[in-house]
């Protein structure tokens, strides 16, 4: 007999004295003279030969093995039979039950046919699954405002017994009307005690939610869960901290009759099926319901190595307070690569799975509104470093978001989720090591907030002023009480092996919460990689650019032009056609800065209004062609903003005073440091000696000799979150300008003199008085 259709298994020998027949998802239906076809829900199976033409017959439930071999003769052998059963029975297409006997029959509990056939559909054995839900028993626990009774009768109508006492339940069942409920804590606490299973389901509101089911000891926990989904709640956190809330704010009931019954036929059959003994990766996720648009999407659940409830909470600080070591990273070869260990396509397929609009850390990765076809820009979930501590701090538009640039959709995707990545790991998770001391009390190990910070003792002085212009780029903190007991947080030195101490909240975003020592965390030197090494590359590299820029911004020194046609590269002249076509004129600055490293400045501006609407975007590489890449690419970021403007001013994408003063008032005409000096001659790639390096362990040993040689300190900081993988550090050195107004004595001052930009440096009030707002 030959077979089409199912896997092959061979089962174990079966007791002859059992009944045989098909399972009860099959119907055999014979066709003569061709084939018996056994017909499922799933597809069908086909059955060839004279064997299967005489036991097809036979196998209707109702005989033993026995029976239907000896039923079988004389059109087949004993031994004939029996190998054909075993090949059904190896194809997982029977099932086999024993004979019960007329005093029995009334004290067996009947099982449903259908019901049979479902568990086999499942490929479990029909009748034991359906004798297991009959013989389990499940608690009903409520919190909230939540009707159990719907439950409660669905429960009744599958076979499932509802028990009151936890202890003697097979399965509990929570229903909660949000899965951020503070009670939820303690449900979790006292099944992993009892080490008892539990599914959580919400069966109200448009979009009803069930599942996970939690397996203590195997699997996520509650707290795993909560930490993501607060994730994407932070707007209501501000209103709970405003209104003195523990818990989430009340909403208003929003379902009707008949979303609510398939929420509750929902949650009753994933609990019919754990009890059934199905197990499978997706009783892990939060499916959630859509029943507007009748969707229903799964949500997986991972563990958190370093939940404070299931997992290892000390992961992080340990990390932290390791020294940071760096390894050999062979970098891809691609075309114009940006120097990393994989390829965006691989950082994609790596890291994908962290975009999920209930589990995942940003919801959605998605095209940048209104940029224009020839700008590859996209977005993904919140800007944590712009985050409002206030509900008056609310942003909407771009900046309230993480963002990617790119030559390609690939590469912009990519560059979005890392960017989100980057913010989510730079923020305050509760696990970051922390020492409580005064700045005095630490001695050298304690680096000064001021050497970072860089505010002039004037905009101390002047901080009202600057605060009152309500931005986060441009506020001032109180000036630092070295005698304060304040939390430090360790970073390595790689310029001298050793660990040094600096402000926990200037290294971690504030997540909201409140700043009792002033100081703020900013993204500059943030970044994530492909590796740790890759990480810190490109925050180094993020360190000298905005350093580089705030030289040339504040200073308004003029500088060289960088010839585009020199670099030959065909995306140039696609953007610079794109550009042409929106009115607006595209060219490109030289910054670099004593460090060597090109630095270039992109900028554009309309040409058929009175209004400029400038934008710009920078970009910092060892290699000018790369440096040049990221400047253009970053001010397509910016462009989605300006590009739909009308001539009468109205419909910019970001509503913030800063970037609005500047779009409607500045022009070349009265910011004529934007425009090229063409006194010195414009840059080509061979203006830089560049050597490429094929590992990224030579590029952080040549950026540690670098910073040694100008004096000052490589420090770094491990960001890495265990449950995300992508590495994230934070780079600090000392001394090296944010391109915020930062206007402290040193550098800003010092070096356009050393680089025979100035004659003389600029004093303080002659500086430029527009801040930088990007």
């Known amino acids: 007999m030959t077979r089409h259709g199912g896997n092959h298994v061979r089962s174990p ?170 009670q939820l804590r303690e449900v979790d606490a006292a099944h992993r005690a009892q080490g008892r299973p539990w599914l959580l389901a919400k069966p109200s509101g448009v979009d009803p939610w069930v599942g996970p089911l939690f397996r203590p000891g195997d699997g996520p926990c509650w707290s795993c869960l909560a930490h993501r989904l607060r994730g994407h709640r932070r707007s209501e956190r501000l209103v709970e901290r405003a209104l003195g809330l523990s818990g989430p704010v009340t909403k208003p009931a929003t379902s009707l009759a008949a979303g609510k019954s398939i929420a509750v036929q929902s949650t009753v059959l994933e609990a019919a099926k754990w009890l059934a003994g199905m197990r499978y990766s997706a009783q892990d996720a939060v499916h959630t319901m859509d029943t507007l648009l009748l969707q229903i999407s799964a949500h997986p659940v991972s563990r958190l190595p370093q939940c404070p409830v299931c997992g290892n909470p000390g992961l992080v600080a340990d990390r932290v307070r390791a020294p940071f070591a760096v390894r050999s990273q062979p970098k891809t070869h691609q075309v114009l690569n940006s120097h990393r260990s994989l390829t965006a396509e691989q950082t994609l397929e790596r890291y994908g799975h962290l975009v999920d609009p209930v589990t995942g850390i940003v919801k959605e990765v998605h095209r940048a509104p209104n940029a224009p076809g020839f700008v590859d ?59 409580r001391d005064t700045y005095r009390a630490l001695g050298s190990a304690a680096v000064h907030p001021n050497s970072c910070q860089l505010y002039h003792e004037w905009q101390f002085r002047d901080r009202k002023q600057w605060n009152a212009r309500g931005s986060s780029f441009q506020y001032v903190s109180e000036p630092f009480d070295e005698s304060k007991p304040t939390e430090w947080t ?125 934008v710009f975007g920078f970009g910092a590489h060892f290699d000018p062609r790369l440096a040049l890449r990221r400047a253009l690419t970053e001010m397509g970021q910016l462009l989605p903003a300006v590009c739909n403007v009308p001539p009468n001013g109205v419909g910019y994408g970001i509503d913030d005073p800063e970037p609005l003063t500047w779009w409607t008032r500045a022009t070349l005409a009265n910011q004529p440091y934007l425009r090229a000096d063409p006194a010195q001659c414009a840059r080509t790639p061979q203006s830089w000696s560049y050597v490429p390096r094929a590992d990224l362990l030579d590029d952080v040993t040549a950026i540690t000799q670098l910073v040694r040689a100008h004096g000052m300190e490589l420090l770094v900081l491990d960001q890495s979150r265990p449950d995300l993988g992508l590495p994230v550090v934070k780079v600090i050195v000392p001394g090296l300008r944010h391109f915020w107004a930062r206007l402290a004595p040193g550098r800003l001052y010092d070096v356009p003199v050393t680089l025979g930009r100035l004659a003389e440096p600029t004093p303080y009030e002659g500086l430029n008085p527009i801040p930088l707002f990007v």
């Open 490 to 614: 360790p970073v390595w030195s790689l310029t001298h092996n050793t660990h040094r101490l600096l402000p926990t909240s200037m290294l971690y975003y504030a997540n909201g919460e409140s700043l009792p020592d002033g100081l703020r965390a900013d993204s500059n030197g943030n970044a994530a990689g492909s590796s740790p090494e890759d990480a810190l590359v490109q925050g180094f590299l993020e360190l000298v650019e905005r350093d580089a820029v705030a030289l040339w911004w504040y200073n308004r020194t003029r500088q060289a032009a960088v010839d585009l046609d020199a670099f030959a590269e065909p995306y140039v002249d696609r953007l610079r056609d794109g550009y042409r076509q929106l009115h607006r004129e595209l060219w490109v600055l030289d910054l670099t800065s004593d460090f060597g490293i090109p630095v270039m400045a992109a900028l554009s501006r309309r040409t058929d209004k009175p209004t400029e609407d400038i």
């Open 13 to 182: 020998q079966r007791d002859t004295s059992l009944l045989v027949g098909f399972k009860r998802h099959l119907r055999p239906t014979v066709v003569p003279g061709e084939a018996v076809y056994l017909v499922s829900h799933r597809g069908v199976t086909a059955l060839h030969g004279e064997h299967a033409g005489v036991l097809v017959p036979l196998l209707d439930g109702t005989l033993s093995v026995n029976a239907v071999v000896s039923a079988a003769a004389p059109a087949l052998t004993p031994e004939g039979a029996e190998e054909a059963l075993r090949t059904l029975d190896d194809a997982g297409l029977l099932r086999f039950d024993r004979a019960v006997s007329p005093s029995a029959g009334s004290r067996r509990t009947p099982i449903d046919p259908a019901a049979e056939a479902y568990w086999d559909l499942a490929g479990l054995d029909g009748g034991q699954a359906a004798h297991k839900v009959a013989m389990s028993s499940v608690r009903i626990e409520v919190l909230g405002d939540v009707d159990p009774e719907p439950i409660l009768a669905a429960c009744h109508s599958c076979g499932i017994t509802v028990v009151e006492s936890r202890e003697d339940a097979d399965l509990s069942l929570v229903l909660c009307d949000d899965y951020l409920s503070p």
């Open 377 to 435: 820009a996209y977005v993904s979930g919140h800007n944590l470093a712009v985050a409002p501590h206030t509900l008056a701090g609310l942003r909407a538009g771009l900046r309230a978001l993480s963002g990617g640039k790119g030559l390609t959709e690939t590469e912009a995707r990519a560059g979005a989720l890392c960017e989100a990545v980057e913010r989510y790991s730079g923020t305050r998770h509760g696990d970051e090591p922390v020492v």
